[in-house]
C-alpha cells in the first residue's frame, strides 16, 4: 500500500511563490510517474505537471515557465512562481504504479489560494 502525505500550501498575494511536497511511503523512483493534480471550486481536476524517471517532465500550459515539479529519494515537489489568482486550488500529488497516465495512490490534497 502506497501512502502519499503532502506538505505546504497555504495563502499568497499574486506574483509570490510555494512550494509543495509531497512524501512517499516508499522510493518515487519506483514510480512509473509522478504528478501534480489541481482542482478549483466548480471545475475538474486538472493535470498540472508530471514527472517520468530522473528528469522528463511534462506541463499544462497554463504554468509553464512559472511551476518546477521535481523528485527526490522519497519527496515530490511543486515549486510554484509568480502566481495568479487563478492558481487558487486545492493541489493533489498523486502516483502510477501501473501505467504511465493512470494515477492509482492519491494524497490527501493541499489548499493554495493566491490573493490579487
Known amino acids: 500500500q502506497v501512502q502519499l502525505e503532502q506538505s505546504g500550501g497555504g495563502l499568497v498575494q499574486a506574483g509570490g511563490s510555494l512550494r509543495l511536497s509531497c512524501a512517499a511511503s516508499r522510493s518515487t523512483l519506483s514510480f512509473i510517474a509522478m504528478g501534480w493534480y489541481r482542482q478549483a471550486p466548480g471545475e475538474q481536476r486538472e493535470l498540472v505537471a508530471t514527472i517520468t524517471g530522473v528528469t522528463a517532465t511534462s506541463y499544462a500550459d497554463s504554468v509553464k515557465g512559472r511551476f518546477t515539479i521535481s523528485r527526490d529519494a522519497r519527496t515530490l515537489h511543486l515549486q510554484m512562481n509568480s502566481l495568479q489568482p487563478e492558481d487558487t486550488a486545492v493541489y493533489y500529488c498523486?502516483?502510477?504504479?501501473?501505467?504511465?497516465?493512470?494515477?492509482?495512490?492519491w494524497g490527501q490534497g493541499t489548499q493554495v489560494t493566491v490573493s490579487p
Open positions: 498523486a502516483a502510477a504504479t501501473r501505467a504511465r497516465h493512470v494515477f492509482d495512490y
